[in-house]
């Protein structure tokens, strides 16, 4: 756990979230400045920076795509965009991986 990131601390319970879905390994909860309909954040429970780090570690990696899958069955989704920014010029603000699942209205390509 970063002692200074947004996500471990909502991980940890400091930070209140509206939670979806959470495992052993994942949690999710709703965006607070939604892109769509529905927007949720699933995040790995570990601290790793971004895709790239992620990428090292195969477990977690892992860990995270079940979280994608379980929060879109739950949530009914059989459309649905998932997105990972990775870096602040693409987007990234927490700096704690994460996968932004939108669904609810039509995507356009490209995105962004």
Known sequence: MADDCLFCKIVAREIAATMVYEDEDTIAFADLNPQAPVHILVVPKR???????????PETSAAL?????????????????????????????VFHVHAHVLSGRPMSWPPG
């Open 65 to 93: 795509v079940r979280g994608i899958r379980a929060v879109a069955e739950e949530q009914g989704l059989s459309d649905f965009r998932t997105v990972f920014n990775t870096g602040a010029g693409a987007g990234q603000s």
């Open 47 to 57: 601290h790793i920076p971004d895709i790239v780090a992620l990428g090292a570690d």
